[in-house]
């Protein structure tokens, strides 16, 4: 028994180690880490400034559009800091309960990224199927309690992942080669019996992506066949256009995801460690930097109300002068 007693015990503080590998280079792999972070954090506080404040976006595409932008800055709050944290100054070390809360923070608010990105599917189906009932379908306690219900999904699911981490022996350090505190790469470090983690680590992407993904699929399904129906060439092309820019959102957020997910379960032992950091870091990096970049383009309304502004701010700065 003092044997066991010497060999398991939870560790006061983890190091995180960035990209396992590349530590010679964490210097310069933090000037995209940084970039990404800057443009994530004027875009999404930018599209919620807009939303705000201009009257013409107080509608319910725009406030889905301001959810997924709150959920975006959380996530890049959560993990960024730190992950540059370790590239400039190499403090690597993070509490145990700091990790925990940390963890926690990133997985459900990926997951209610993932569940914005439904709703907003399911907002352009009832756009473009039934238009004339729209606004009367989509009323702000609706999409109140939608954003409210996809917020307690993630947390009602993700708050067993710190318990279940707590409740591991370990024994093989403390030491995660990751920029964060991520589920797995935590639970690894454990001499125990790690198979309850995994498991249910899969049900909840099951339950979340799984069923978002399935429920963007027929959204998009039904979108296609009532465009396709429509008899005027324009009328498709304008009804189809409203869908673009949440259409790339959906690539930026699920395609890292999926070579992660994959990547982990069929390329374990191929697939360098340090490309699954990477491609970690970028499926959290991604989505937030590039979904105001879309939407401002693909978007008339807010390139619109970003043209007024910024005209706005010409006209008076030539009458002062």
């Known amino acids: 028994m003092l044997k066991l007693n010497k060999t398991e015990w939870v560790p006061p503080s983890f190091i995180l180690n960035g990209v396992p590998g590349l530590e010679d280079v964490h210097i310069w792999i933090s000037f995209p880490f940084c970039s990404m972070y800057v443009v994530a954090m004027a875009g999404n506080c ?24 709150l959920t ?18 190499h403090l690597k070390k993070i509490g145990f309960d700091r990790c925990l809360i940390q963890m926690f923070f990133v997985h459900t608010f990926t997951g209610m990224e993932s569940g914005v990105l439904m709703l907003m599917a399911l907002d352009r189906y009832v756009a473009i199927c039934y238009p004339l009932r ?37 024994c093989k350090g ?37 069923f978002d993904i399935l429920c963007i699929t027929i959204s998009y399904t039904m979108i296609l066949r ?30 890292p995801a999926f070579f992660s997910f994959f990547s982990h379960r069929f390329g374990a032992h191929t697939v360098p460690p340090s490309c699954h950091i990477i491609m970690a870091n970028i499926y959290l990096l991604l989505p937030p930097t590039m979904n105001p970049v879309v939407y401002g383009v693909k978007t008339k ?11 706005g701010s010409k006209n008076t700065k030539s009458q002062s002068i």
């Open 226 to 255: 009532a465009v396709v129906s429509l008899s005027s060439a324009e009328a498709r092309r304008k009804a189809f256009s409203t869908c673009t820019a949440h259409i790339c959102a959906i690539v930026f957020s699920y395609s």
């Open 46 to 69: 930018g599209l919620l400034y807009l939303i705000y404040c201009e009257d013409s976006l107080h509608k319910p595409m725009y406030y889905f559009l301001a959810m997924l932008s």
């Open 72 to 89: 975006d800055l959380v996530i890049c709050s959560s993990t960024v800091p730190k992950a540059l944290s370790i590239f400039w100054f």
């Open 134 to 170: 729209y606004s009367t379908i989509l009323t702000n306690p609706v999409i109140a309690k939608a954003g409210l219900s996809t917020f307690l999904r993630g947390v009602l699911l993700i708050i067993p992942f710190p318990f279940l981490i707590k409740r591991l022996p370990y």
């Open 301 to 311: 309304q807010i390139r619109d109300c970003v043209l007024g502004i910024l005209s």
């Open 174 to 210: 403390n030491v995660i080669p990751h920029t964060y505190c991520d589920h797995m790469s935590v639970a690894k470090l454990s001499c125990g019996n790690t198979k309850v983690n995994a498991i249910y680590g899969l049900i909840v992407a099951l339950l979340i992506g799984g």
